[in-house]
């Protein structure tokens, strides 16, 4: 089990957490009796290790000068966050019962004027990036030491904007700018790598001028090594961590299911996601 | 000068340096610039980015100033406008420029969802608005009102002249939104000095009072409405001259009251006849059903030649002549 000792909320082991998120993540979706709850599977791993071992965060404080910045550009990935987002205290549990109902402050491509701990208006995909670039200017700007992290999809590496960005964040020499690629291989049309692919992606980005490593996203202890080199490097380069997910990872009989950007789930079937999740309960 | 045109048509405003100034009018040099150093003097919070347009958007001056205030993002619109609403997002008030074909065509969904959608201060300031460059369709930004119309939350400024731009740019930094002004640059003429101005984001201002037409203009067809009524004046034709240089928010009221004052309505803009000042205040009049006989003066709704601004300005109807020779013929209807 991957404790996280100098996190202030390291008391509970990261594969716990990410039980948590997933747990959280299927009830949500049931609530709409849809959602993505194939990338939030997917992607929980990667949000155990930001959340709870990578970011500094005041939870009753989520506009806190200090924090590290966690931008979620892939704005259909707010459900993963918000399950984020209520483990690390910041959104109460009884909310996610309003995920994508009328007037939630839920909704279900994240926003930023909705959600407190949501830092960008995401979901125009390729947007993360350029604003995270801004915000870490901003940031050296202010003499403020915090990070920031984009979380992106795979998908996103298609964008222009997001290799904009990349040129002006090496140029600048963003060194406390770390970008998060979830590459899960889908998106909207199929896999990405037939859409079109974005590989070889670590060295697209080393070309570009940044440090990448490339990981499975979803090995706790893998992504905890990632996160605290990119942290601790001394290069004054962006990072960025190229984390190979699987969709609808933890609930296998989902896992098994035809892999798409919609996932679908019949309405008995939340029951024996959540019931499947439970079986697997880490310590 | 090779092609030997003689004395006829002296072509000295070339398609390279789009500038009003060679109308023999008194300029002030680049007026967007110090007015920001100026100002920046003053508030730390300012932050300067481009996107490979610092001289030509006369940002450079602030470059100068303010050399670790001042960003550069190469020549990348889209980085430009994302990398803004992350400088705003951390408390700073940014001021980008570009072009406003770059702006309004390209950098449109991130001015749209990442700066609008969030209300967020970032400052867009554009050069070559409408046809003030004679280098063609790639950098007329015949359409960039309409496009922009539409987008909850912006201001949209067109300013006439040096003297409304300068005091323009403390307003812009002081409103809490985001902000599109169409930017005059280099050498721009003076011409609201001697009218007591004083600008203020969503009021439109009467210059000249006049019984027979009222122009309603923006941006420097202001400043052509104005020569026009002089000269109008000369054969006893009264016009007025509503400069309206905040094309969103509309100063409604100040509008309703001086059309409800005259019978023919002309409105002046330096912007494709679709989806500028002219539909907006069509749209208003009908909805309160004054209707006073409207016409636009315009630029046509098709792409535009390249060639020297004079010529241009003759051929699609924006130089003073054209206002004259237009307004006495509908004044004849």
New interface residues.
Partial sequence: MARSGNHPRGNVSLERRAWRIRRYAVRMAAVQGQGYIGQALGVADILAVAWFHALRYRPDDPAWEGRDRFLLSVGHYAIALYAALIEAGILPEEELETYGCDDSRLPMSG???HTPGM???G??L??G???????????R??RNPAFVHNLMSDGELEE??TW??A??AA??RLERLICIVDFNDQQADGRSREVLSAEPVEEKWRAFGWHAQRVDGNDIAALVAAFDRARALSEPRPRVIVCDTRMCRGVPFLERREIAHFVRVAPEEWERALAALDRAEPA | MSRGTGKAVRRTTSAMIASLDAEGRETREAPFGHALVALAREREEIVGLTADLAKYTDLHLFAEAFPERFFQMGMAEQALIGAAAGFAREGLVPFATTYAVFASRRAYDFLCLAVAEEGLPVKLICALPGLTTGYGPSHQATEDIAIFRGLPGLVILDPCDAVEIEQAVPAIAAHPGPVYMRLLRGRVPVVLDRYDYRFEIGRARLLREGGDVLVIATGFMTMRALDAAARLAEDGIETAVLHLSTIKPLDTETILEQCRRHPLVVVAENHSRIGGLGEAVAALLLGEGIAPRFRQIALPDAFLDAGALPTLHARYGLAVEAVVRRIRGWLEE
Wanted: glycine share 12%; proline share 3%.
């Fill in positions: 926003m930023a004027s830092e960008i208006s979901g125009s390729g947007q990036l350029p604003i995270a670039v801004g915000m870490a200017l901003a940031l700007h202010k222009g904007a904009e960005a040129m002006a140029h600048h």
